[in-house]
Every structure is written in structure tokens, then in C-alpha cells.
Nanobody, 123 residues
Framework: QVRLVESGGGSVQAGGSLRLSCAASGYTYLPYCMAWFRQAPGKEREGVASIAINGLTAYIDSTKGRFTISRDNAKSTMYLQMNNLTPDDTAMYYC?????????????????WGQGTQVTVSS
């Protein structure tokens, strides 16, 4: 059973930066695909970015150029560097993982989820 634990959330002003981490444990093999999702109050969960075990990444349009997803397989940890944050980025951010070869930012593909870390951006 894969366990995912997020950290690094917090409160920042617009234009600021945060780095989220997601530590994976309890697995036999590293998940092929890991991703970040977010959900703001009253809104549906939204995929942010995904990264395959070979480093191939995908982003949603609103985060391209501002967010960078990465993973350190030796440390079993995934990261999300978020720069130039705006109030629209305020949400609970979730880490997710799966073992299939289709690595995309689509929630239905993922069967392992973390508990989330809150990101709040003030104007």
C-alpha cells in the first residue's frame, strides 16, 4: 500500500513562492506516475502537473511557466516548485500516484492519494 504525505504548504502574498513535497512510502516498486492536484473551496478538483518515472512532465495551461514538477526517485519524493503565485492558486494541494503507463493529469487514473497541504495566496 503506497502512502503519500504532502508538506510545504502555507500562506504567502501574491508574487511569492512555495515548494511542496510529497514523500512516498510503503511501496514495493516506485509508482510510475505521480501528480499534483488541487481543490479550491466550492470548486472541482483540478489536475496541476504530472511526472512519470522517466521524468516526462505535463502541466495544465494556467501553471505553465510558473510551476515546476520534479521527482527524486532515490528519495521517493516528488516536488512542486510554485513561483509567481496568485490568489487563484489558493487551494488544498494533493499528491497522487499510480502504476499504469498512462501518465496524465487525470484524476481517474490515480488510486493513491495524500491527505493534502493547504496553500493560501493573499493579494
Amino acid at each position: 500500500q503506497v502512502r503519500l504525505v504532502e508538506s510545504g504548504g502555507g500562506s504567502v502574498q501574491a508574487g511569492g513562492s512555495l515548494r511542496l513535497s510529497c514523500a512516498a512510502s510503503g511501496y514495493t516498486y516506485l509508482p510510475y506516475c505521480m501528480a499534483w492536484f488541487r481543490q479550491a473551496p466550492g470548486k472541482e478538483r483540478e489536475g496541476v502537473a504530472s511526472i512519470a518515472i522517466n521524468g516526462l512532465t505535463a502541466y495544465i495551461d494556467s501553471t505553465k511557466g510558473r510551476f515546476t514538477i520534479s521527482r527524486d526517485n532515490a528519495k521517493s519524493t516528488m516536488y512542486l516548485q510554485m513561483n509567481n503565485l496568485t490568489p487563484d492558486d489558493t487551494a488544498m494541494y494533493y499528491c497522487a500516484a499510480h502504476y499504469s503507463s498512462a501518465c496524465a493529469v487525470q484524476a481517474h487514473l490515480f488510486n493513491y492519494w495524500g491527505q493534502g497541504t493547504q496553500v493560501t495566496v493573499s493579494s
